[in-house]
């Protein structure tokens, strides 16, 4: 690690813009383990740390290529876009920070949903994008992931969201807040319909998403070692003035105290989902719903 | 609060000066000079919290005499019986929950309750409810729907509390069960914002028919002083904090995240609580007989209304 020149440690960046993806370059430091890893090896590996298990945080398309059958989905809903409702202004007016992020990461905010198969299942998908503002939950997000809810009862298919995501977007004041009522009323009508809803944790989850649908599936599924929890570990080191314990709101302390179903290594998602719907909605797969190709899009 | 920010320092001056009258004698000239600063003090209140800025509001609607839940139940409600208890874990004092008689009907009541003295603050952890008060307060909404009762709530916290013990018994799924279960209740519920509106914590009783604001409580995502700690970096910055997020009751009237604006007794809520509660009682009663005529599909389909339409964005179709 010699010639690994450590800078003097530089400004750091708002926490929604660490370490967001790999960096650009061949070598690639682990967050976790701090070793230095071949990049290559670690794209092959399903971006998991070969030496630790770490998994990096990867793109929504990323993840939606991984899990979908043949890499296809066709999204739906793009035409939705933030508003700045309450011409909110901090160290930077929300509107520009809003055209920021669609420069950086070419979506209008922090979800993609679509529809797709997994393993011949039809399945709406809904995958929130932490590049974009710490995955943080708008009306936007709430909006899609309400009609996500919606188009699954329509179609009788089953829902999967994928949370990254710090919570609630502050931007947006009590609106954000409210998404959370809005998304799981929503989720009350599929949890009646009998309609199965696979809630898939990353880290992090926390705040907003994870006190309303990221703890509303039918089975919460996390990968190994993200942060998921209500409040963020420095709020409750704040407040109860000590530090916490090693491994605290990552996933295994939360299936260690009953809130989650299981853990599943990123390389094995795919075919764990298969695994349950199998169980929530039957053998063999019902076929999958043909899409027109004009609205399929390769992920 | 006079210490905190100074704006009720006129007022407080002039109640002092009232005070040191009585026991004067009530000679011509006290009595006009009683008069004289009675209406002075009238008009102070009045122009001083007409003019509240958003973080003044906050510090009203936190004030240390502000009417709590169990204000308004001894003001509101007969024959009231506290229960506890979530049937799982504990009893939790930060939320407080029961039933009783509410202008001869039968209700139920869920409250966040905060403390008076240092001692019943600790005890109710500063009105910061742990999972098990959100449980304990389901657990006591599906009696009422049970037995076909309306459930009136009360929100009054700084948010769900963040401690250890708190994320261990899962915090966030206490609120999302929550959040998910009130919106299947088949009786009216009343959502009444009375202090302070703390994010998650205090959406999690927050689901209801109707949601009501006290004229100066606030009502939001993150306190103010959590906001400028992130978006500022600096948590003295809570003044443009409390403006920016739009907490105050007319501003989120307008973005219909409530309903409706409780007026306060001239001074604030805490200059008199039993007016306070008369009103609040006027308008719960109203909403009460309005809800009574629709059926527990009609109420479903109304609440999930009311929450489906919130949020703004625009939409380009492609
Ligand atoms: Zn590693």
Not at chain 1, 122 to 144: D, H, I, L
Not at chain 2, 235 to 263: K, Q
Not at chain 2, 270 to 282: E, K, L
Request: glycine residues 10%.
């Amino acid at each position: 690690m010699a010639w690994f020149k450590k800078e003097k440690t530089p400004k750091q960046a708002p926490p929604e813009e660490r370490r967001l993806q790999m960096p650009e370059g061949l070598w690639v430091k682990c967050e976790n383990c701090r070793e230095i890893v071949y990049k290559r090896e670690v794209a092959r590996n399903a971006n998991v740390c070969p030496k630790c298990n770490y998994h990096f945080r990867i793109s929504a398309r990323e993840r939606l290529e991984a899990l979908l059958d043949e890499g296809f989905y066709e999204e739906f809903d793009t035409g939705i876009a933030p508003v700045d409702a309450l011409e909110f202004v901090d160290t930077k007016k929300y509107a520009d920070r809003i055209a920021d992020y669609q420069g950086r990461t070419g979506l209008k905010d922090a979800l993609i949903s679509c529809r797709g198969t997994i393993g011949g299942y039809p399945v709406v998908v809904a995958v929130m994008e932490y590049g974009f503002m710490g995955g943080s939950m708008g009306s936007v997000v709430g909006e899609k992931v309400t009609r996500c809810v919606e188009r699954c009862l329509e179609e009788r298919s089953a829902l999967v969201v994928i949370s990254c995501s710090g919570g609630a977007r502050m931007q947006e004041g009590a609106l954000s807040l409210m998404q959370m009522a809005k998304i799981s009323a929503a989720l009350a009508r599929l949890d009646e319909a009998g309609l199965p809803f696979v809630s898939i944790l990353t880290d992090p989850t926390t705040g907003g998403v994870t006190a309303s649908y990221a703890m509303l599936g039918d089975l919460n599924i996390a990968e190994p070692k993200a942060l998921i929890g209500f409040a963020g570990p420095r709020v409750i080191e704040q407040t109860i003035r000590q530090k916490l314990p090693v491994g605290f709101q990552r996933s295994e302390f939360l299936v260690e105290h009953g809130m989650l179903d299981f853990i599943v290594e990123r390389s094995q998602m795919r075919e764990a989902l298969i695994s349950c719907f199998k169980f929530l909605m039957g053998v063999p797969a019902p076929s999958a719903v043909p899409v027109p190709a004009a609205d399929v899009r390769e992920g | 609060m006079a210490e905190q920010d100074g704006f009720e320092a006129a007022i407080l001056d002039l109640e002092r000066r009232i005070e040191s009258l009585s026991g004067m004698g009530e000679d011509l000239g006290i009595r006009r000079q009683r008069e004289k600063l009675e209406r002075e003090l009238e008009e102070t209140r009045a122009r001083v919290f007409a003019s509240l800025t958003p973080w003044q509001k906050t510090l009203v609607a936190r004030h240390p005499k502000r009417p709590y839940t169990l204000d308004y139940v001894r003001h509101l409600v007969e024959e009231f019986v506290e229960i506890h208890g979530d049937r799982r874990y504990s009893d939790d004092p930060a939320i407080v929950s029961g039933f009783g008689l509410f202008r001869g009907d039968p209700v139920a009541v869920i409250g966040h309750q905060k403390g008076r003295d240092t001692k019943e603050k600790i005890y109710r952890n500063f009105g910061m409810p742990r999972p098990e008060g959100y449980r304990k307060a389901l657990r006591v909404m599906r009696l009422a729907e049970k037995f076909g009762r309306p459930i009136l709530t009360f929100i009054d916290t700084p948010g769900a509390y963040p401690g250890i013990g708190a994320e261990e018994r899962g915090q966030a799924e206490a609120i999302a069960h929550n959040l998910r279960e009130m919106a299947k209740l088949r009786v009216p519920v009343i959502v009444t914002v009375t202090g302070e509106g703390g994010s998650g914590g205090a959406l999690a009783i927050g689901v209801g028919n109707r949601v009501n604001i006290l004229e100066f409580a606030v009502y939001s995502v993150i306190s103010p002083e959590g906001c400028a700690a992130i978006l500022w970096r600096d948590a003295s910055r809570n003044r443009e904090a409390a403006g920016a997020m739009r907490i105050t009751a007319a501003e989120l009237l307008a973005l219909d995240v409530v309903d409706e604006i409780v007026p306060e007794a001239p001074g604030g809520a805490h200059s008199d609580p039993a007016r306070q509660a008369a009103i609040v009682g006027d308008v719960l009663a109203r909403q009460l007989q309005d809800l009574r005529r629709l059926e527990g599909g009609e109420l479903i389909a109304q609440r999930f209304e009311r929450f489906r339409k919130l949020g703004r964005f625009t939409e380009t179709l492609p």
